[in-house]
């Protein structure tokens, strides 16, 4: 479906309220289902992605109540208390489900088939069957990707594993694995990447050790369901609104307890170098996560240079980075971001390619990032956002700041934010 975004002709004022976080949201309820009394998960992210985890858990035993749009009680059987599931579980476009629980499922010995649709059937999931396989795990797939079945097992045992890349994917696939093997699993990060599932399992009482770089997990007897877990409001979500308010003139809002776990604020420094007016108040922890109300007032903004030393905590935010980019006096370099091309689409062809259709020769593909030219006139087009939420949310604001935009493929921002569109037309 086609959907123009119309330039913005005020500035963005007031406060604003943005769906829970979606990370969190996943793990919240993967977590809950594995307790054995009740969890009320309070501002769950109701989305596609989101959606996808909460439908598998059920299917896997779990119990699923919706008690409002945001809000559901979860009910598991206990840690040792999956089912089998008697149907294929569809992952839909969600990497975080299908990585994620192929660990759990590896290690709680579930037989199990998982699809997913076209995006999800071209990601590598190499990265997760070849540590689950070293750890006992019996996967079957179709050379690295999709359909994949997780087989019987004779158990897992733990393994010291150090990752090829920064992902939180994968190292949580591993300390949920970790949780049922006999013996512990460490796993060493090459660099940050989130720890939501390190803290949500330590609040659930899994015994977990932290160190620079690595973590590591003791198999468990049972987790301790919390009775109540708030999901923070999402920093990816916010980030839109945040560099909005920065390029659009005569902006000052106030985003809402956002999540501002130290391994997602990347965007919040990367903005601030660029001579954003970013500041945040009310700093408190709910739940083992900071958030805080931030404040974005219109600033001007230089170009700057970043890569690996950031990159695990603001990857999913490079779409909107290069927006500010936009805006920006001079140019700005995104290095070591080729993680970017396996996402739910290649996110640096995208940029690319859609981004130059509204201002020719404004991104500058490289091999693992890209380079942006600010300040070109940029004119209204139509443009592609791949299927992708991130492409498509990052086209609007692009738009909006600008002369307008037609999106191709606008639905897909369902999969993490479905109120996007009315919330930016409240502008
Ligand atoms: C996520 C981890 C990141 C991120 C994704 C969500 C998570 O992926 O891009 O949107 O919830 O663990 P990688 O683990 O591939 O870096």
Do not use: W
């Not at 949201?25 to 596609?48: C, D, K, Q, T, Y």
């Not at 089998?84 to 088939?113: C, F, K, Q, V, Y």
């Not at 158990?155 to 696939?173: D, F, H, I, R, W």
């Not at 659009?248 to 604020?265: A, E, F, W």
């Amino acid at each position: 479906m086609n959907k123009i975004v119309n330039k913005v002709k005020n500035g963005l004022m007031g406060e604003l309220n943005f769906p829970g976080d979606k990370s969190v949201s996943h793990r919240s309820v993967m977590l809950s289902a594995l307790g054995a009394s009740p969890v009320r998960i309070v501002n769950f992210l109701n989305a596609e992605d989101t959606l996808s985890t909460a439908k598998i858990m059920g299917q896997l035993g779990a119990k699923i109540e919706f008690v409002g749009d945001t809000e559901l009680i979860v009910t598991g059987n206990g840690l040792h208390g999956l089912n089998a599931p008697t149907a294929i579980l569809d992952a839909g476009n969600s990497g975080t489900t299908l990585r994620l629980l192929m660990g759990l499922l590896s290690g709680a010995n579930i037989a199990a088939e998982f699809t997913g649709d076209a995006s999800l059937s071209k990601r590598p999931m190499k990265r997760i069957i070849t540590p689950l396989s070293t750890m006992g795990a019996n996967i079957e797939s179709t050379d690295g990707k999709l359909p994949i079945r997780i087989k019987k097992s004779e158990g897992l045992k733990g393994v010291t594993y150090e990752m090829p890349m920064a992902s939180a994917q994968l190292k949580s696939a591993l300390l949920l694995a970790g949780l049922f093997a006999n013996g512990k699993t460490t796993v060493i990060e090459p660099a940050v990447s989130r720890d939501h599932t390190e803290r949500m399992l330590a609040a659930f009482g899994a015994s977990i050790l932290r160190g620079e770089n690595s973590v590591t997990i003791e198999p468990a007897k049972e987790l301790i369901a919390p009775e109540n877990i708030l999901v923070p409001s999402d920093i990816s979500s916010a980030a839109y609104f945040m560099v909005a308010a920065l390029i659009i003139p005569n902006s000052d809002v106030i985003l809402k307890d956002i999540g501002v776990n130290p391994t997602r604020t990347g965007i919040i420094d990367v903005l601030k170098k660029m001579g954003g007016n970013i500041e945040l108040n009310n700093k408190r922890t709910v739940c083992g996560e900071e958030i805080a109300d931030i404040r974005v007032r219109s600033s001007k903004l230089s170009g700057v240079t970043f890569g690996k030393e950031i990159m695990g905590r603001l990857i999913d935010e490079i779409p909107i980075i290069a927006v500010a980019a936009a805006f920006a006096d001079g140019k700005t370099v995104v290095k070591d971001a080729g993680e970017l091309r396996v996402k739910e689409t290649d996110r640096i062809k995208a940029i690319a390619t859609s981004f130059n259709k509204l201002a020719k020769g404004m991104i500058e593909e490289t091999e693992n990032g890209f380079v942006v030219t600010g300040k070109l006139p940029i004119n209204f087009a139509a443009a592609d956002s791949f299927n992708d939420h991130r492409i498509a949310m990052s086209l609007a604001i692009l738009g909006a700041a600008a002369k307008g935009v037609e999106i191709e493929n606008s639905e897909s921002v369902n999969i993490s934010y479905p109120g996007f569109y009315d919330t930016l037309e409240k502008f």
